[in-house]
Protein backbone atom coordinates (compact mmCIF):
# COMPACT_ATOMS: atom_id res chain seq x y z
CA UNK A 1 0.00 0.00 0.00
CA UNK A 2 3.04 2.43 0.47
CA UNK A 3 3.96 2.50 -2.88
CA UNK A 4 0.77 3.41 -4.45
CA UNK A 5 0.50 7.00 -3.50
CA UNK A 6 3.56 7.67 -1.06
CA UNK A 7 6.10 6.59 -3.97
CA UNK A 8 6.64 10.26 -4.68
CA UNK A 9 6.61 11.29 -1.26
CA UNK A 10 9.24 8.96 0.13
CA UNK A 11 11.99 6.85 -1.61
CA UNK A 12 11.11 3.39 -1.87
CA UNK A 13 15.10 2.11 -0.75
CA UNK A 14 14.27 4.07 2.97
CA UNK A 15 10.80 1.59 3.15
CA UNK A 16 11.70 -1.91 4.87
CA UNK A 17 9.70 -5.24 4.01
CA UNK A 18 7.07 -4.06 6.42
CA UNK A 19 6.19 -0.99 5.01
CA UNK A 20 7.52 0.71 8.03
CA UNK A 21 10.21 3.82 7.29
CA UNK A 22 14.09 2.36 8.93
CA UNK A 23 15.14 5.93 9.51
CA UNK A 24 12.19 8.14 12.03
CA UNK A 25 14.80 10.98 11.74
CA UNK A 26 14.37 10.89 7.96
CA UNK A 27 12.57 14.39 6.43
CA UNK A 28 9.70 12.80 4.76
CA UNK A 29 8.77 10.37 8.07
CA UNK A 30 6.25 12.20 9.51
CA UNK A 31 4.16 12.84 6.80
CA UNK A 32 4.46 9.22 5.34
CA UNK A 33 3.15 8.16 8.86
CA UNK A 34 0.20 10.49 8.77
CA UNK A 35 -0.44 9.55 4.83
CA UNK A 36 -0.35 5.68 6.08
CA UNK A 37 -2.60 6.21 9.31
CA UNK A 38 -5.43 7.95 6.84
CA UNK A 39 -5.14 4.90 4.31
CA UNK A 40 -4.97 2.12 7.80
CA UNK A 41 -7.76 4.16 9.13
CA UNK A 42 -9.78 3.64 5.47
CA UNK A 43 -9.21 -0.01 5.00
CA UNK A 44 -10.16 -0.66 8.75
CA UNK A 45 -13.43 1.33 8.34
CA UNK A 46 -15.12 -0.55 5.28
CA UNK A 47 -14.46 -3.74 6.90
CA UNK A 48 -17.15 -6.18 8.74
CA UNK A 49 -17.32 -5.99 12.67
CA UNK A 50 -16.46 -9.59 12.98
CA UNK A 51 -13.43 -9.65 10.37
CA UNK A 52 -11.59 -6.32 12.48
CA UNK A 53 -9.81 -7.95 14.90
CA UNK A 54 -7.50 -9.60 12.34
CA UNK A 55 -6.45 -7.09 11.13
CA UNK A 56 -6.95 -3.72 13.85
CA UNK A 57 -3.21 -4.63 15.20
CA UNK A 58 -1.43 -4.75 11.87
CA UNK A 59 1.23 -1.36 11.56
CA UNK A 60 0.92 -0.06 8.50
CA UNK A 61 -1.90 0.02 5.63
CA UNK A 62 0.92 -2.04 3.82
CA UNK A 63 0.26 -5.22 6.00
CA UNK A 64 -3.16 -4.52 5.90
CA UNK A 65 -3.95 -4.93 2.12
CA UNK A 66 -1.43 -7.70 1.73
CA UNK A 67 -2.94 -9.64 4.70
CA UNK A 68 -6.46 -9.28 3.15
CA UNK A 69 -5.22 -10.17 -0.21
CA UNK A 70 -3.98 -13.32 1.17
CA UNK A 71 -6.35 -14.47 2.76
CA UNK A 72 -9.84 -13.72 0.96
CA UNK A 73 -8.45 -13.14 -3.10
CA UNK A 74 -9.12 -16.05 -5.09
CA UNK A 75 -7.34 -15.13 -7.84
CA UNK A 76 -10.52 -15.69 -10.24
CA UNK A 77 -12.18 -12.82 -11.02
CA UNK A 78 -14.55 -15.04 -13.23
CA UNK A 79 -15.35 -16.99 -10.35
CA UNK A 80 -16.55 -13.56 -8.79
CA UNK A 81 -18.67 -12.70 -11.47
CA UNK A 82 -20.20 -15.64 -11.75
CA UNK A 83 -21.04 -15.27 -8.15
CA UNK A 84 -22.66 -11.86 -8.81
CA UNK A 85 -24.36 -12.80 -11.40
CA UNK A 86 -25.99 -16.15 -9.81
CA UNK A 87 -26.98 -13.41 -7.22
CA UNK A 88 -28.43 -11.38 -9.63
CA UNK A 89 -30.95 -13.61 -10.80
CA UNK A 90 -31.94 -15.25 -7.41
CA UNK A 91 -32.48 -12.41 -5.37
CA UNK A 92 -35.69 -11.72 -4.49
CA UNK A 93 -38.01 -9.77 -2.27
CA UNK A 94 -39.06 -11.93 0.23
CA UNK A 95 -41.29 -9.68 1.91
CA UNK A 96 -39.22 -6.69 2.39
CA UNK A 97 -39.36 -3.56 1.29
CA UNK A 98 -39.30 -2.54 -2.16
CA UNK A 99 -36.24 0.32 -1.79
CA UNK A 100 -34.45 -2.42 -0.01
CA UNK A 101 -35.35 -4.61 -1.96
CA UNK A 102 -34.43 -2.85 -5.07
CA UNK A 103 -31.21 -1.21 -3.44
CA UNK A 104 -29.88 -4.57 -3.24
CA UNK A 105 -30.25 -5.85 -6.13
CA UNK A 106 -28.52 -2.59 -7.57
CA UNK A 107 -25.67 -2.89 -5.32
CA UNK A 108 -25.17 -6.80 -7.12
CA UNK A 109 -25.29 -4.44 -10.52
CA UNK A 110 -22.65 -1.86 -9.66
CA UNK A 111 -20.09 -4.76 -8.93
CA UNK A 112 -20.94 -6.52 -11.92
CA UNK A 113 -20.14 -3.11 -14.12
CA UNK A 114 -16.85 -2.91 -12.68
CA UNK A 115 -15.87 -6.63 -12.71
CA UNK A 116 -16.64 -6.52 -16.37
CA UNK A 117 -17.27 -3.15 -17.94
CA UNK A 118 -18.45 -3.08 -21.76
CA UNK A 119 -15.16 -2.85 -24.15
CA UNK A 120 -17.23 -2.25 -27.70
CA UNK A 121 -15.88 0.27 -30.13
CA UNK A 122 -18.52 0.33 -32.47
CA UNK A 123 -21.00 2.61 -31.19
CA UNK A 124 -24.25 1.23 -32.73
CA UNK A 125 -23.33 -1.91 -31.23
CA UNK A 126 -22.44 -0.52 -27.52
CA UNK A 127 -25.75 1.14 -27.42
CA UNK A 128 -27.53 -2.26 -28.22
CA UNK A 129 -25.81 -4.08 -25.83
CA UNK A 130 -26.66 -1.21 -23.74
CA UNK A 131 -30.46 -2.16 -23.84
CA UNK A 132 -30.02 -5.42 -23.52
CA UNK A 133 -28.20 -4.87 -20.45
CA UNK A 134 -30.76 -2.75 -19.21
CA UNK A 135 -34.08 -4.96 -20.39
CA UNK A 136 -32.21 -7.88 -18.00
CA UNK A 137 -31.90 -6.28 -14.97
CA UNK A 138 -35.49 -5.09 -15.60
CA UNK A 139 -36.46 -8.80 -16.13
CA UNK A 140 -34.67 -9.59 -12.72
CA UNK A 141 -36.13 -7.09 -10.83
CA UNK A 142 -39.89 -8.07 -11.78
CA UNK A 143 -38.89 -11.82 -11.50
CA UNK A 144 -37.51 -11.61 -7.73
CA UNK A 145 -40.93 -9.38 -6.64
CA UNK A 146 -43.32 -10.84 -4.19
CA UNK A 147 -46.76 -12.04 -6.13
CA UNK A 148 -48.97 -9.78 -4.24
CA UNK A 149 -47.27 -7.21 -7.63
CA UNK A 150 -48.41 -9.91 -10.15
CA UNK A 151 -50.60 -7.09 -11.58
CA UNK A 152 -48.33 -4.38 -12.02
CA UNK A 153 -45.48 -6.95 -13.50
CA UNK A 154 -48.19 -7.57 -16.12
CA UNK A 155 -48.96 -4.74 -16.58
CA UNK A 156 -45.24 -3.27 -17.44
CA UNK A 157 -44.10 -6.32 -19.64
CA UNK A 158 -46.99 -5.02 -21.76
CA UNK A 159 -45.55 -1.95 -22.28
CA UNK A 160 -43.91 -1.48 -25.57
CA UNK A 161 -41.07 -0.17 -25.20
CA UNK A 162 -40.41 -1.69 -21.64
CA UNK A 163 -39.37 1.45 -19.56
CA UNK A 164 -36.29 1.62 -18.05
CA UNK A 165 -35.33 -0.23 -14.24
CA UNK A 166 -36.11 3.51 -12.71
CA UNK A 167 -38.85 3.56 -14.03
CA UNK A 168 -40.33 0.37 -13.07
CA UNK A 169 -38.93 0.62 -9.47
CA UNK A 170 -41.28 3.65 -9.70
CA UNK A 171 -44.51 2.21 -10.28
CA UNK A 172 -44.06 -0.98 -8.37
CA UNK A 173 -42.97 1.84 -5.26
CA UNK A 174 -46.32 3.44 -5.74
CA UNK A 175 -48.54 -0.10 -6.38
CA UNK A 176 -46.50 -0.87 -3.04
CA UNK A 177 -47.65 2.33 -1.49
CA UNK A 178 -51.33 1.70 -2.63
CA UNK A 179 -51.55 -2.08 -1.24
CA UNK A 180 -50.23 -0.67 2.49
CA UNK A 181 -52.96 2.03 2.30
CA UNK A 182 -55.59 -0.43 1.76
CA UNK A 183 -54.33 -3.26 3.69
CA UNK A 184 -54.01 0.03 6.54
CA UNK A 185 -57.89 1.07 5.95
CA UNK A 186 -59.15 -2.66 6.22
CA UNK A 187 -57.35 -3.63 9.23
CA UNK A 188 -58.89 -0.65 11.55
CA UNK A 189 -62.01 -1.55 10.23
CA UNK A 190 -62.71 -5.94 9.81
CA UNK A 191 -61.40 -8.55 11.54
CA UNK A 192 -58.56 -10.25 11.22
CA UNK A 193 -58.22 -12.74 7.80
CA UNK A 194 -57.82 -15.92 9.71
CA UNK A 195 -61.29 -14.83 10.69
CA UNK A 196 -63.41 -13.74 8.16
CA UNK A 197 -62.36 -16.65 6.27
CA UNK A 198 -64.63 -19.22 8.67
CA UNK A 199 -67.33 -17.05 8.21
CA UNK A 200 -69.81 -17.96 5.30
CA UNK A 201 -72.16 -15.00 4.24
CA UNK A 202 -75.53 -15.68 6.37
CA UNK A 203 -74.35 -18.03 8.43
CA UNK A 204 -75.16 -18.28 12.14
CA UNK A 205 -72.97 -17.02 14.55
CA UNK A 206 -71.05 -20.03 16.72
CA UNK A 207 -72.09 -20.93 19.56
CA UNK A 208 -70.06 -20.40 23.13
CA UNK A 209 -68.10 -23.71 22.65
CA UNK A 210 -67.62 -23.55 19.09
CA UNK A 211 -66.30 -20.74 19.83
CA UNK A 212 -63.66 -21.59 22.07
CA UNK A 213 -63.07 -24.24 20.12
CA UNK A 214 -62.04 -21.93 17.18
CA UNK A 215 -60.12 -19.35 19.62
CA UNK A 216 -58.16 -22.02 20.77
CA UNK A 217 -57.67 -23.60 17.25
CA UNK A 218 -56.76 -19.77 16.20
CA UNK A 219 -53.98 -19.67 18.58
CA UNK A 220 -52.34 -22.76 17.99
CA UNK A 221 -52.39 -21.80 14.29
CA UNK A 222 -50.79 -18.46 15.30
CA UNK A 223 -47.85 -19.66 17.78
CA UNK A 224 -46.82 -21.43 14.40
CA UNK A 225 -45.98 -18.28 12.65
CA UNK A 226 -43.17 -16.36 12.15
CA UNK A 227 -42.34 -13.28 10.21
CA UNK A 228 -39.19 -13.04 8.41
CA UNK A 229 -39.18 -9.08 8.14
CA UNK A 230 -39.18 -8.18 11.77
CA UNK A 231 -38.40 -11.86 13.30
CA UNK A 232 -41.74 -11.51 15.23
CA UNK A 233 -43.88 -14.44 15.99
CA UNK A 234 -47.44 -14.96 15.81
CA UNK A 235 -47.92 -13.13 12.28
CA UNK A 236 -46.29 -13.37 8.91
CA UNK A 237 -44.84 -10.49 6.48
CA UNK A 238 -48.45 -10.44 4.61
CA UNK A 239 -49.86 -8.62 8.29
CA UNK A 240 -46.40 -7.65 9.52
CA UNK A 241 -47.42 -3.64 11.16
CA UNK A 242 -43.70 -2.33 9.97
CA UNK A 243 -44.04 -3.30 6.10
CA UNK A 244 -47.52 -2.27 5.88
CA UNK A 245 -48.24 0.61 8.35
CA UNK A 246 -49.69 -0.07 12.02
CA UNK A 247 -53.73 1.30 12.47
Not at 49 to 71: N, R
Not at 80 to 98: F, N, P, S, W
Not at 162 to 180: A, D, K, T, W, Y
Not at 191 to 197: E, F, L, S
Request: charged share 30%.
Amino acid sequence: MADIKTGDIIPMQTISVHGLVEDEDDPGYVKWSTEDAIVRGWLLKTMEPHLLGLFIDLPTAKDIWESVTQMFYDGSDESQYYELRCKATRTRQDGRQINLYFTELKSVWQDLDRRRPLRMVCGADLKTRKEELAKDRVYDFLAGLDGVFDQVRSEILRMKPIPGIEECFNLVRRESQRLVTMMGTKATMTAPPMAMATKAPGSLPPSNESSRSFQTHEDIDKDKLHCNHCNGTRHTEETCFEIHGYP
